[in-house]
C-alpha cells in the first residue's frame, strides 16, 4: 500500500539562511511544536494525560501543509488519474488551487501528485474528490504507513456533482 515516504531534507535548502524558519518548523520535535504552535487544547490536554498524537498529527498537518491537509493510514486511501471536464468551474478551480500549490513547495524533496481521491475512514463515511498526495517528504514526523493528503474539489456522489474547489493552503 503507497504511504508517505520519509525522506532526507535537501541539505542546500536546510542552510539557506532566508528558509530557517521553516526549517526549523519542519524539524521540530513534538513538544516543541505543541508549546510554540500546537491549539490551547491540544497544550492542555497534553499536559492533563490525554491521548494527544492523534490531534497533534491533525494540527501539525495542518501547520506545515495546509489547512486542507489531512493524515489518514494509507489502508483507507485509494486513488486514481482525475479526469478533467469543460465547463465545469469546480474542476478548473481545483486545477488552479493545485497547480498553484505544486509550484509553491519550498522543500524540493517534497513530491505531490494530484489524484482522485475516496477516503474510507473507520466509522464507514468516505469522502472523495480532486485532490494533492503527498508522496515524499522530509517531514520526519509522520507516522509510518500513513498517507498525507489534501482533496480540493469534492465530489458529491448522491447528486453526482463536484462541490466548490477550496485552496488548501
Known amino acids: 500500500m503507497p504511504h508517505t515516504e520519509i525522506v532526507p531534507m535537501n541539505e542546500e535548502v536546510a542552510k539557506f539562511e532566508a ?11 513534538a ?4 508549546e510554540n504552535h500546537g491549539s490551547g487544547t491540544l497544550r492542555k490536554n ?11 498529527h491533525d494540527e501539525r498537518i495542518a ?3 495546509g489547512w ?9 486511501l485509494t486513488y486514481n488519474d482525475p479526469i478533467t471536464e469543460g465547463d465545469n468551474h469546480s474542476v478548473t478551480e481545483a486545477g488552479w488551487h493545485i497547480e498553484r500549490y505544486l509550484n509553491m513547495s519550498v ?3 517534497d513530491e505531490f501528485e494530484c489524484k482522485y481521491i475516496i477516503v474510507e475512514f473507520g466509522d464507514g463515511k468516505r469522502e472523495e474528490g480532486i485532490g494533492i498526495l503527498v ?5 520526519v514526523w509522520i507516522p509510518g504507513g500513513h498517507i498525507v ?11 453526482k456533482v463536484f462541490l466548490p474547489a477550496e485552496n488548501p493552503f
Open 46 to 56: 497534553k499536559r492533563v494525560g490525554f491521548h494527544w498524537r492523534s490531534q497533534y
Open 63 to 65: 501547520y506545515e501543509f
Open 149 to 159: 493528503y489534501a482533496i480540493v474539489a469534492k465530489f458529491d456522489p448522491v447528486r
Open 107 to 109: 522543500f524540493p524533496e
Open 135 to 139: 508522496r515524499r517528504t522530509s517531514a
Open 19 to 29: 528558509l530557517k524558519n521553516r526549517v526549523k518548523i519542519r524539524t521540530m520535535k
Open 68 to 76: 486542507g491537509f489531512r493524515v489518514i493510514p494509507a489502508s483507507r
Open 31 to 34: 513538544e516543541e511544536f505543541i
